[in-house]
Structure formats: structure tokens, C-alpha cells
């Protein structure tokens, strides 16, 4: 029994055997896979048969994958699932900083890999269309049409960075704990890990604040969790009343 909905999975990974095992699990379970051995064969790939998902290596033979990374994200919001031996905090935190969605060390479950995966792609189902619109000193952030602008300019947000903004947004004026926010957005397995959290709230910041060194949309509760300010149609952050969600 498939599980898959045919998205498109492009898997970049030189070793054959772990390269063979990912196509056949994935295709298995109802995904179009393409692969790719090179950060060269990766991006050439990429722009041909634009997936729906990357899973990435970051070893590879010709450069590293965290340039792999740099250069998807400058093309686009395709969700990248980094698989890596590298299991030191910098090297996850560094890879998350540069656009990845996810991050797993290897060696892996394929249970949990699939998983991962199909959390994923489930952000990017349709929104309704009467999902909330939001105004706060120049930047407006539609949630049922995935855009973001600030100054009348466009705001690309990564598939994990909207994810995070709409568990925030959906809940305005509300106490948000880590631990919540990390198990609606990244899923069970994550509740701990405030630092992948943190990583992601400051890109977002950097994305839609109109000053990130002072933020009036996304609050921080030290130590506890983050709020967000404004509340649907507003013209400028607003705080509410404290709810822990």
C-alpha cells in the first residue's frame, strides 16, 4: 500500500547504496523520485524537473551541499531535508541558517525520513481563501495567498519560515511555547530543541520586521515561548490577552 500523493522528490547523495535504498523506499510508498550524485547533477536536475521536495546530502564529490542549499533558496521555496553524517550542532545550526527545512543524521530510520517528509509537504497544501490578511508598518502578509510584502516588495519565506508565521499568525496575541510551536511546526522528536526554533524565528524576523533589532510583530517571552502582535486586518502590531497555546 502506497502512502505517497506523487509528489516529486529529487535525492542528491553519492553513495549507490544509500542512493538505491531512498529510491526504492520512496518510490515504493507512492513518490516520483529523480537522483542526482553531484552538487552539479543536483542543480541542473532541479531546474528541469522542479520537485516538490530535495533530500539532500551534504558530502559531496564536487562541492558542498550547504551550496546546494544557497543556490535552490535563491531560486525558490522548495522544502530541502538535509541528510548528513555531520551530527555537531554548528553544522545543522549553519545548514538550517541557509534555508534548509529539516535536518537528519545519519543513520536514519526510513520510517521517520518518511515522515519528515510527508510533514513537509503537507505545508504546502492550498490555503482557504478566507485565511487572514495582516498590516503593520509597511509589511502585509496574506495567509491565504502565501505572500508576504514589505514597502510594496515581495518577501520570499522559505516552506518552514511560512509554516512557523502561520502557527504564529493564527494565534494572535497568544502565549506560543517552544515546545508547542516546535511540535506544530517540525513534529514530534523536536520539542527540546529551542536552538533550531530560535534559528528560524530570527530569519523570519530579518524577513518581515520592519526593524529586527527591535521586533513589534513576533515577541519574545523569555525563556517561556514567542507572541505574536498583530491580530487580522490591523494596521500595527497589537498585543492581546496571555493564552499559552
Excluded: C
Aim: aromatic share 6%.
Amino acid at each position: 500500500m502506497t502512502h505517497g500523493t506523487g509528489a516529486r522528490i529529487l535525492v542528491v547523495e553519492d553513495d549507490p547504496g544509500i542512493l538505491r535504498a531512498l529510491k526504492t523506499n520512496l518510490t515504493r510508498h507512492g513518490f516520483d523520485v529523480e537522483t542526482a550524485e553531484t552538487g552539479g547533477q543536483a542543480l541542473e536536475t532541479y531546474s528541469r524537473y522542479h520537485p516538490d521536495l530535495l533530500l539532500l546530502d551534504l558530502g559531496l564529490p564536487d562541492v558542498d551541499g550547504t551550496f546546494v542549499i544557497q543556490q535552490v533558496r535563491a531560486q525558490g521555496g522548495t522544502p530541502i531535508v538535509v541528510l548528513s553524517v555531520r551530527g555537531a550542532e554548528h553544522d545543522k545550526v549553519e545548514a538550517l541558517d541557509l534555508g534548509a527545512d529539516d535536518y537528519l543524521t545519519k543513520p536514519f530510520g526510513v520510517d521517520e525520513l518518511l515522515a519528515r517528509v510527508r510533514a513537509l509537504l503537507r505545508r504546502t497544501r492550498p490555503k482557504e481563501s478566507e485565511a487572514p490578511r495582516f498590516e503593520a508598518d509597511g509589511v502585509a502578509i496574506d495567509l491565504g495567498t502565501n505572500r508576504v510584502s514589505r514597502d510594496g516588495t515581495d518577501v520570499h519565506l522559505t516552506r518552514t519560515e511560512w509554516a512557523l508565521l502561520e502557527a504564529m499568525a493564527e494565534h494572535p496575541g497568544k502565549l506560543l511555547t517552544h515546545r508547542w510551536l516546535l511540535e506544530r511546526v517540525w513534529g514530534l522528536g523536536y520539542e527540546e530543541d529551542v536552538e533550531v526554533l530560535r534559528v528560524f524565528v530570527s530569519q523570519l524576523r530579518r524577513k518581515i520586521e520592519p526593524d529586527p533589532t527591535r521586533p513589534a510583530l513576533v515577541l519574545t517571552e523569555p525563556g517561556v515561548g514567542y507572541r505574536w502582535a498583530a491580530t487580522p486586518g490591523s494596521k500595527e502590531g497589537a498585543g492581546g490577552d496571555a493564552a499559552e497555546v
